[in-house]
């Protein structure tokens, strides 16, 4: 799992990083194996082979079967060479995991950690729960890699820095990876949680899918699309926002974004919540919406099917302009049960054309509360394993 195909269309001259690449797959290879697929003279490859078995990013991995004569060597990427550290952080949770480059995770903490309380106290806290984790890992920062770090609010991907977010007071235009990067020495990937959310579903429960649009349904609402195999951001990294498409029908609401109408205003978590709370039930949060569902509470379980169509009405323009296989549901309001997928597959199925929906499957999330981690070290373990990165480890 995790691991992309081997690029097709090999490039006549590979570089050590290109070359490393072929062996992402963790298939050992012998060194006639690897001469066939690259078309390379034998002693470049075993150039290339020593290159890496000197970072420890490959390393012998036994004989090959033969039909005759010596058995020959192979060799395969090793995983446990370096370890990234993952986080996750949402709006009061911290999800951290140490993981080798294949992103299995090796030692993992989750702690209540509120964002609000500024960068100023969350990024030295990373800091310290990130070198405590490297420990328990039996790991320390010479064996770091990279870091991945997701962020509950919009994030310009290309410099890691934070941009208006709105329920991350103090952290605008933060430089997230310059801060981690000095205390920790290494690159540090910073994307939004939703963003890495996708990345981590993808990778480990849909990495035969190459279209999938994951869908989070919580205080706020947000996508991340996954198109050809890989994380579409946009040019600045807002792609995937559908929580502020308009809802028809709903010019009156106010949304938090200055605008009305927007598909957070009717149907977050915040939104239903606050909907029922004005009929004289309990309610602040999706937390408490998905607890009256489950207590069967007839008024949320529509409430939650309401939105789910509203959700649905937004997703089915979005499968019209990405024809997606697979749609995801994650966030907390998912876990209200079948309600609220069925109302978006409802709307969804109503309102798109045959051909987009004939094979689309509509589900919740299976990698779950873990997705955000996994994605933060999918991440991080892609840009440290790049053939640009790799490159430099054997320069
Ligand atoms: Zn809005």
Redesign the pocket.
């Known amino acids: 799992m995790l691991i992309d195909d081997p690029p097709r269309g090999v490039p006549l001259s590979l570089g050590t990083g290109e070359f490393f690449q072929l062996l992402r797959d963790r298939e050992p290879r012998t060194r006639a194996d690897l001469v066939a697929i690259t078309g390379q003279a034998r002693s470049t490859i075993a150039s290339r082979i020593d290159a890496l078995m000197s970072t420890g990013l490959i390393a012998p991995a036994g004989m090959a079967g033969s039909t005759g004569g010596r058995r020959p060597a192979t060799f395969a990427f090793q995983p446990g060479a370096r370890v990234v550290l993952a986080v996750d952080l949402g709006a009061t949770h911290a999800r951290l995991a140490v993981t080798d480059l294949a992103s299995t995770v090796l030692a993992a903490s989750d702690e209540p950690l509120s964002i609000a309380a500024g960068p100023d106290v969350v990024l030295p806290w990373v800091v310290r729960a990130g070198r405590d984790l490297l420990a328990a890992a039996g790991r320390d920062t010479a064996d770091l890699a990279a870091i991945g770090i997701g962020l509950p609010g919009p994030v310009e991907h290309s410099t890691g820095r934070p941009i208006n977010p709105p329920i991350m007071p103090g952290w605008d235009d933060i430089d997230v990876p310059g801060i981690l990067g000095a205390e920790l020495g290494v690159a540090v990937l910073v994307d939004n949680d939703v963003n890495i959310m996708a990345l981590g579903e993808h990778r480990t429960a849909w990495s035969d899918v190459s279209d999938l649009l994951l869908v989070k349904v919580s205080t706020g609402i947000g996508a991340g699309i996954i198109a050809d195999g890989a994380l579409r951001r946009g040019a600045q990294g807002a792609a995937g926002d559908v929580?502020?498409m308009s809802v028809p029908g709903a010019d009156h609401v106010p949304?938090?974004?200055?605008?009305?109408?927007?598909?957070?205003?009717v149907a977050s978590g915040r939104a239903v919540a606050t909907a029922l709370a004005a009929q004289g039930l309990e309610a602040a949060d999706s937390a408490d919406v998905v607890a009256l569902v489950r207590s069967r509470g007839t008024a949320a379980s529509q409430a939650v099917r309401q939105a789910g169509r509203d959700i649905g009405g937004v997703l089915a323009s979005c499968v019209s302009v990405l024809n997606p296989s697979v749609i995801v549901i994650g966030g907390v309001v998912a876990d209200a049960g079948e309600h609220l997928i069925a109302g978006i597959r409802e709307a969804v199925y109503r309102r798109s054309l045959p051909l987009a929906t004939q094979h689309l499957r509509i589900v919740t999330s299976r990698a779950r509360e873990g997705a955000g981690v996994l994605g933060a070290s999918a991440m991080a373990v892609d840009h440290a394993l790049s053939p640009a990165a790799v490159d430099a480890l054997t320069a």
């Open positions: 929580g502020h949304c938090r974004c200055g605008n009305t109408g927007c598909l957070e205003a």
